[in-house]
């Protein structure tokens, strides 16, 4: 049974064509926390709806389900009446309100009570100017998921992506409900493996603009970007260090691919080798503790997942079955590793708990590829194609609750979660 | 929900105004040698390009005789490959030593060769598989004669499909290496 749940409108807007991602539920027996969202006092003289944009966010990680609150009037200061939530069967309620300051900026308050045991669970408020109702929206969204999961919300983290329309191809960054899309870069050739940097202000990425592959490091405040890696052949798969000192990239400069660490903070230094083979060797990613490096190699024959350490010795194999297994990608708290694993000629987004190395394909697609963890480590955003258009998944680990982003006139693909915003 | 629909509209306008960087506005700090030249994709390849032509349709793209500055005339300059090979057909053999020997006669000359991927699987794991093509030439043109400094083997992986599609037609078109005299 799938069921798709419209949680939102979609723009038909020249500027922002892509879009929200729109939630699918499939499978049954989910747990979902119920909330009950009041709208916000106010909100309707505001630019944003905040308590639909907080509703979007909570419903899309799969763990809330919005109980009805149409005819309540309520907002941060109220004393709400706990038993008749009860009796709708809501866990929690959320009301707050938006009010325009003398100075042109929004000030946004909110409550939050525990339903079960009709207590309240904590405030917030923060005055903002317009441009960041979104991203207030996001944060309180945030700060409820932590509130009532115990995990840290990543619904004010930004994603980016790369779209092509015809031969013009754009690096985006968006809110991680796929909206406020703004292009950091346009290209008329290919731009491919966009990553984060660990402090969000910085987007390393394969340019092709030069009709060669090189590697450059963007700054996404301003636009300023530093050609980092040009040398002979080419220069691909960025991945940073979990300290943003230290780039592990590949290199073909000695002939075949192989894995390179170039130390940023010191301009012109000579890349490092590591993990030598005369085989393929690329998609390196660092562990969390900064001291491994998972990475694709065909030195088996077949590409294969293997580890390494960074101070050097022998990689170690992580993948066993299957005769296709590429783009490594490790969540932050360390648990489990995406990849892709080819299957009777589908390309299939995997997941595997590294503690037992126990994997199993999470989605009924066929074309999956580049996955990245949410910084909490419980969602996964890829890239794959239905009905033979390039789309944008996010997905939670199990596979049950998956939200979608299509591309509207064109292909969108090279998706990458950033960090928590600092 | 209208007047919403319009003012989020109208928001979502002005913030994609934002700081998007055009190619050829930026300053560029290279930190790591020369940038290559900025020859501007003036290559057959792009031909077959264009939405609305049907899925399974092929346009022939014959890059042997698109025009190329410095290209010998008359020679072809398209190595195809099996799927999953690198290995060079013998009927290619005869390609290897004509460009060989054009190389050979100008040792001034630069010559980039770029390898490519049909479509499937990943995008940098294609990159390190058109990287192997480009460079069986390479070395194919060295047994040849042609002096290493001259040759650079690079990969554009699955991103430049000669032709587009999903066809086997297709994709046996676009795993391939090109010799390149931009």
């Known amino acids: ?51 639909s944009l907080v509703q979007a966010d909570l419903e899309r990680s799969g763990q809330f389900r919005a109980i009805d609150t149409s005819g309540s009037n309520l907002d941060e200061t109220s004393r709400p009446d706990i038993s008749s939530w009860r009796q709708k069967s809501a866990d929690a309620l959320l009301a707050g309100s938006v009010s325009r300051l003398a100075d042109g900026r929004f000030d946004v308050r909110m409550q939050l009570w525990d339903v079960v045991r009709g207590q309240a669970l904590g405030g917030q408020s923060k005055a903002v100017v317009a441009a960041d109702l979104r991203l207030a929206a996001h944060e309180i969204a945030d700060y409820v998921y932590e509130k009532l999961t115990g995990d840290k919300g990543v619904f004010s983290t930004r994603i980016a ?77 960025p991945a940073w260090s979990p300290d943003g000192k ?58 294969q997942i293997y580890r390494v350490a960074v101070s050097g010795g022998n990689p170690e194999r992580v993948t066993f079955s299957g005769s296709y297994n590429i783009s490594p990608t490790l969540s932050p708290d360390g648990r489990w590793m995406a990849y892709i694993s080819r299957v009777n000629g589908a390309f299939k987004l995997h997941v595997m708990e590294l503690a037992t ?58 998706p990458n979660w950033g960090p928590f915003q600092k | 929900m209208k007047h919403t629909v319009v003012i989020l509209g109208l928001v979502a306008m002005l913030s994609a105004c934002g700081s998007s960087v055009k190619l050829d506005k930026v300053p560029v700090e290279d930190r790591s040698g020369s940038t290559s030249g900025s020859g501007n994709g003036a290559n057959g390849a792009n031909g077959a390009d264009g939405s609305g032509v049907a899925k399974s349709n092929v346009a022939s793209v014959d890059l042997s005789k698109s025009a190329q500055d410095g290209a010998p005339q008359g020679t072809a300059r398209v190595v195809y490959f099996d799927y999953d090979s690198f290995v060079i057909k013998p009927e290619f053999q005869s390609l290897i030593e004509a460009n060989a020997k054009y190389i050979r006669a100008d040792k001034a000359r630069k010559v980039v060769i770029e390898g490519h991927t049909d479509e499937r699987g990943g995008r940098e794991y294609n990159l390190a598989l058109g990287q192997k093509r480009s460079e069986a030439v390479r070395k194919a043109l060295v047994l040849a004669g042609v002096a290493d400094g001259q040759l650079e083997a690079v990969s554009f992986g699955k991103e430049k499909p000669a032709v587009q599609g999903s066809t086997e037609a297709a994709m046996e078109k676009n795993r391939r290496a090109e010799i390149s005299y931009r």
Request: net charge positive; charged share 20%; with cysteine.
């Open chain 1, 246 to 303: 230290t780039l592990a990239l590949t290199l073909s400069r000695d002939g075949g691919s192989q894995l390179n660490l170039l130390d940023l903070s010191n301009a012109g230094s000579e890349p490092r080798r590591i993990a030598q083979s005369s085989s393929i060797d690329t998609e390196p990613v660092f562990t969390a503790d900064g001291r491994h490096i998972y990475f694709v190699s065909d030195r088996g024959g077949s590409p």
């Open chain 1, 357 to 414: 190395g126990n994997a199993s394909a999470i989605t009924d697609t066929n074309a999956d590829e580049r996955p990245s963890f949410s910084p909490n480590s419980k969602m996964l955003i890829y890239a794959t194609q239905q009905q033979g258009k390039e789309a944008l998944m996010t997905s939670t680990l199990d596979g049950k609750i998956k939200a979608r982003l299509a591309g509207q006139n064109g292909d969108i693909r090279e």
């Open chain 1, 1 to 51: 049974m799938k069921k798709i749940l419209t949680i939102c409108f979609l723009f038909v807007l020249q500027t922002s064509a892509w879009a929200q991602f729109r939630v699918e539920v499939s499978g049954v027996g989910l747990t979902q926390i119920p909330i009950a969202i009041a709208s916000f006092r106010g909100e309707d003289a505001a630019p944003q709806k905040i308590a």
């Open chain 1, 161 to 237: 992506y790369v779209t092509k329309r015809g031969q013009s191809f754009n690096l985006w960054v968006a809110d991680a409900d796929g909206e406020s899309a703004q292009s950091a870069l346009a290209s008329t050739e290919p731009i491919i493996s966009p990553a984060w940097s660990p402090t969000g202000r910085q987007l390393a990425y394969v340019s092709f603009e030069a009709r060669k592959p090189t590697i450059y490091v963007h700054e996404v405040a301003t636009g300023k970007r530093r050609l980092v890696a040009n040398f002979k052949g080419s220069n691909s798969a």
